[in-house]
C-alpha cells in the first residue's frame, strides 16, 4: 500500500511539474521578443515602411482584423509595404495561437510578446495603453507616422497604407 502512494505521489508531481512549466516553442511558432527584440525588430525593417500590428486569439476585433490585414499584405507587399504580426496570447493560448496561424496562413512574419506589459508599450508609443488590436505604421526611416488602436476598416487600413507608401 505504502509503495502504491508513493507512486501515486510521484505521479501527480510529475504531471503538476509539467503542467506548471512554461511551454516551449514548437518548431514554426512565433519567435519570442520582448521589448528590446522588439526594437532590434524595427531596425532590422528600416529602408521598408512597415505596419506593425498587435493581436491576440482572445481578441474577436483582432480575429476579425487578421485576414483583412494578410489580403493587405499581399496586395501591397510588391509595393514595399513589410506587415509584421506581434502576438499577445499567454502561454496557455499556445495551442489556439497555433491553430490561428495554420488557419489563416499569413504571408508575413509574427512574433509573440514576452516580457512586462508597461515596458513593451513603452518601446512601442508611451501613450499606449495596452489595448487590442493596434496597428503601427513607420515610415522607411523607421520613424512612426501614425497608428489605429481598436477594430479598423479596410478602408482605414488602405488609406494609411496609401498614405505610408506615398510618403516614401
Not at 1 to 15: C, D, E, G, S
Not at 56 to 62: R, S
Not at 77 to 102: C, S
Not at 106 to 129: C, D, H, M
Request: net charge positive; aromatic share 12%.
Amino acid at each position: 500500500m505504502r509503495i502504491r502512494t508513493t507512486f501515486v505521489v510521484v505521479v501527480f508531481l510529475a504531471a503538476a511539474a509539467v503542467m506548471a512549466a512554461p511551454q516551449s516553442r514548437a518548431p514554426g511558432d512565433p519567435q519570442l521578443i520582448d521589448a528590446q527584440g522588439y526594437q532590434k525588430l524595427l531596425a532590422q525593417y528600416r529602408g521598408k515602411p512597415v505596419l506593425m500590428t498587435f493581436w491576440a486569439t482572445w481578441c474577436e476585433p483582432c480575429r476579425d482584423e487578421y485576414p483583412m490585414l494578410n489580403e493587405l499584405a499581399k496586395l501591397y507587399a510588391p509595393k514595399g509595404l513589410k506587415v509584421v504580426g506581434v502576438n499577445f496570447d499567454q502561454d496557455g493560448d499556445l495551442i489556439l495561437m497555433r491553430r490561428f496561424i495554420a488557419r489563416y496562413k499569413p504571408i508575413f512574419p509574427n512574433y509573440r510578446k514576452t516580457g512586462g506589459e508597461s515596458e513593451f508599450q513603452q518601446a512601442v508609443l508611451p501613450e499606449w495603453n495596452g489595448a487590442l488590436p493596434a496597428s503601427f505604421f513607420y515610415a522607411k526611416d523607421g520613424r512612426p507616422v501614425s497608428h489605429l488602436v481598436g477594430a479598423g476598416t479596410r478602408e482605414t487600413y488602405e488609406a494609411a497604407i496609401k498614405s505610408l507608401l506615398a510618403a516614401q
